[in-house]
Nanobody
Framework: QVQLVESGGGLVQTGGSLRLSCTGSGRRLNYSAYAMGWFRQAPGKEREYVAA????????DYAASVKGRFSISRDNAKHTVYLQMNDLKPEDTAVYYC????????????????WGQGTQVTVSS
């Protein structure tokens, strides 16, 4: 089984920054074939796509709502993906989830096989 563990969430003021981390462990992931993504879910809302990165190529993709403010990256040696979040807004408040899978459409939630437990991000106004 694969475990994904997120960290780095917290409380920040509007305009502030946070960096989330997600480390994969357990059964060896076929990292060359996988993509890793970040999703978020605010209270009373559907879980939505934030960003993703293809492990083999480093190709990235972002939701329109975070493009230019968030940046996703990976550390191959540490099996870790990062989400750098800058210029945070109250509407970014949500539980952020890391996910992994052999994904063709990076923004398709159902395509991801493995999920972390989530980390809370709260942006105060």
């Amino acid at each position: 089984q694969v475990q994904l563990v997120e960290s780095g969430g917290g409380l920040v003021q509007t305009g502030g920054s946070l960096r989330l981390s997600c480390t994969g462990s357990g059964r060896r992931l076929n990292y060359s074939a996988y993509a890793m993504g970040w999703f978020r879910q605010a209270p009373g809302k559907e879980r939505e796509y934030v960003a993703a990165i293809r492990w083999s190529t480093g190709g990235t993709d972002y939701a329109a709502s975070v493009k230019g403010r968030f940046s996703i990256s990976r550390d191959n040696a540490k099996h870790t993906v990062y989400l750098q979040m800058n210029d945070l807004k109250p509407e970014d408040t949500a539980v952020y989830y890391c996910a992994a899978g052999q994904v063709f459409r990076l923004s398709l939630r159902a395509a991801y096989d493995y999920w972390g437990q989530g980390t809370q991000v709260t942006v105060s106004s």
